[in-house]
């Protein structure tokens, strides 16, 4: 009896110590001590015209070349006549007049039998949607009249598939008049053209020949393509990095990206060759140049429609160090910081300042709140530092609220980075712009990058990152689920030191399937469609589910970041009351995992997961076809705070509890 007694104790002594202590695996997480705030900022975009991503990209435009303005005044455009009349078609140039859009066509029909015809191509072809308006525009002069332009829409097998005409008014002597007219498609057409052919006789000069589907976003005319900037609107960004990349710092200074150049009548808008045009022998594009038809007010337009901070970039008075290396001379520095000082102005600046009227006057008196500004993208070495100084001095003095973005170099590691790291944290820089093009293991390794940075100081923006599948600028690189899966594992460790980590953005943004220089990126598009990579879905995933602080998520006391290949964070969101948790499983195996949640009494309800998946790390998603990884919905009782979520191998899941 006394023995069976003993027993009984035991018994209950050992239920007891099951209830109150923590088997082994679990993970506690504790939603009422946060550890860090989640900046608003924490995930956003980069935007860059690489791989057509402004031109034949995101700006609606469908005609290229339209100002003739390419190195080759005729590239994108074939001129067809029934009879070869010597002279019938020119380009002229009228440099002294028109500095930033010298060149026009004229077009001279001297035989009303003849006929005779343009055609542009558009980019990689016109993307054509059945029944969807059209918008016809050029600038012309006339002297007499006698000539009637008919606008077609060609498809890819040489039918027209939506035609209007236009007779333009007679203009009297050397003035531009523009002349439009509007038609529906009749069908769709992946690469069609636009012809025109001349009908009478008569002269007239041509310019900024263009043509835009009118379901633009926001529908204005002129505007963007609304599928594309969807898909960043649906990511809910925290801010937009614009206008990259190496693109600010051009080959050499002549072709840096100068914003004041990217205002007004987009006639006025000066056109430049586009770094990536000859950037890789191996993907040569001889036909991209920067129109600027998207610029500086349409991008703080955009980031407004989709509630991001703007972030620009601007050039520090370096060109790209991979190219030429150019430096401007110290004493010569101050026209680029007045740029910087006058793009605070454009943005913030009252109605009767100089650039905020230029701002109201293109149409938005109301201030962008521009609270951010890079100076330099990928600059290094002392020459860097000693220009950043100046521009540093310059506008905290007159703007101090102005937050500064300093670039850390290329690497996140190596001499370089660690002479930037060293300067840049002893001039107390507000925060610190790191790239990393890496091996998926790479990522894997550094999930704890940040867990030793310190606390307090310079904030780090993870500014460019891309798991690479081959190695950097290969073009077998894949944005396969392989690489998507491990920048998930990484962000939870951005986002566990969310109090080191302001801002993260993955880069590149676009790319065109038939018109790409760089691989990976995040949204792969042709001229009707895009295509959602996985790694869409983690930066988006982690984008609509930042929360506001993050809690800790320990097993056995410790961050899970690679113990088992697995990899946790935990936010809590106070505007919706809700614990997220996301959790990484870069194993083959499944793997059940026990979680309890603590600090908000004994919950009980259902949590829904959203899972990204695959058992084929190899998996992509290709356009046109069903997504091979994408985002599914699951449901998961909690009881009493505690809950089992059952990780598949290779996956990605989001769990939402209501608190
Ligand atoms: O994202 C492509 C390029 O990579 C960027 O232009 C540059 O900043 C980096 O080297």
Same mark, same amino acid.
């Given at each position: 009896m006394r023995i069976k007694n003993w027993i009984a104790a035991l018994v209950l002594l050992i239920g007891a110590q099951h209830t109150n202590a923590q088997p082994k695996n679990d993970i506690i997480i504790k939603t009422n001590a946060p550890i860090a705030d989640v900046q608003p900022t924490m995930w956003g975009i980069f935007f860059e015209d690489i791989n057509l991503g402004a031109d034949g990209g995101i700006y609606a435009e469908l005609v290229k070349n339209r100002s003739f #303005? +390419?190195? #080759?005044? =005729? =590239?994108?455009w074939k001129v067809r006549q029934s009879t070869f009349r010597e002279g019938s078609v020119l380009v002229l140039n009228r440099k002294e007049l028109a500095g930033a859009n010298p060149r026009f066509l004229r077009v001279k029909k001297r035989e009303a039998a003849d006929t005779l015809s343009i055609t542009n191509e558009g980019f990689r072809g016109m993307g054509i949607k059945k029944g969807l308006r059209y918008d016809f525009s050029l600038l012309y002069r006339l002297p007499a009249a006698g000539l009637t332009l008919h606008v077609e829409l060609i498809s890819s097998t040489g039918k027209v598939i939506g035609s209007s005409s236009l007779s333009p008014a007679v203009t009297p002597g050397e003035e531009w008049k523009k002349a439009a007219v509007s038609f529906n498609s009749t069908d769709s057409a992946l690469r069609g053209h636009m012809n025109i052919w001349f009908e009478g006789t008569g002269t007239i000069d041509m310019d900024i020949v263009s043509l835009f589907p009118s379901d633009t976003w926001k529908g204005r005319p002129g505007g963007m393509r609304a599928d594309m900037i969807q898909m960043l609107a649906d990511m809910k960004p925290g801010f937009i990095r614009f206008p990259g990349g190496c693109i600010v710092e051009g080959h050499d200074l002549s072709v840096r990206y100068q914003w004041?150049?990217? &205002?007004?009548p987009i006639e006025d808008r000066q056109l430049i060759v586009n770094r990536w045009n000859y950037e890789f022998a191996h993907r040569p594009t001889p036909d991209y140049f920067q129109t600027f038809g998207l610029g500086f007010y349409e991008y703080f337009q955009l980031a407004e429609d989709i509630g991001a901070s703007p972030l620009p970039i601007l050039n520090c008075g370096m060109a790209c160090q991979f190219n030429t290396a150019e430096v401007v001379p110290l004493d010569q520095l101050d026209p680029y910081v007045q740029d910087a000082l006058d793009l605070i102005e454009f943005a913030n600046g009252d109605v009767n300042s100089k650039w905020g009227k230029v701002r109201a006057d293109m149409g %938005?008196?109301?201030? +962008? %709140? &521009?609270?951010m500004m890079g100076i330099g993208n990928e600059n290094w070495g002392p020459q860097y530092i000693e220009r950043l100084k100046v521009f540093t001095k310059a506008i905290k003095e007159k703007y101090p609220e102005i937050n500064l973005v300093n670039s850390s170099g290329t690497d996140p590691n190596g001499d370089r980075y660690d002479y930037l790291n060293k300067e840049l944290r002893s001039m107390h820089a507000d925060i610190i712009d790191e790239h990393y093009y890496r091996r998926p293991e790479w990522f894997l390794q550094n999930a704890r990058r940040y867990d030793s940075f310190p606390r307090n100081g310079s904030r780090i923006f993870a500014g460019e990152y891309a798991a690479q599948s081959d190695r950097t600028v290969s073009v077998y690189n894949k944005n396969n689920w392989q690489t998507a899966l491990s920048e998930a594992a990484f962000m939870t460790g951005l986002e566990r030191n969310a109090d080191v980590v302001s801002m993260a953005s993955y880069a590149p943004l676009f790319a065109h399937v038939d018109g790409w220089q760089w691989t990976p990126d995040l949204i792969w598009v042709d001229n009707l469609r895009v295509n959602a990579t996985p790694n869409y879905y983690v930066q988006k995933l982690f984008s609509v589910n930042k929360g506001t602080h993050v809690v800790s998520a320990l097993r056995n006391k410790k961050v899970l970041a690679g113990e088992d290949s697995l990899y946790a964070s935990a936010v809590i969101d106070d505007a919706t009351g809700e614990l997220i948790v996301k959790m990484v499983n870069v194993s083959a195996k499944a793997q059940t995992i026990p979680l309890n949640i603590e600090g908000a009494g004994k919950l009980t309800g259902k949590a829904t997961l959203t899972v990204l998946r695959s058992d084929e790390t190899a998996a992509v998603n290709t356009i046109g076809d069903a997504p091979a990884v994408r985002p599914l919905d699951e449901g998961v009782e909690v009881k009493n705070g505690k809950l089992v979520i059952d990780a598949s191998p290779y996956s990605f899941t989001i769990l939402k509890f209501k608190l």
């Open positions: #303005e +390419f190195y #080759e005044p =005729m =590239m994108g004041k150049k990217t &205002l007004g %938005h008196p109301a201030p +962008f %709140h &521009l609270k």
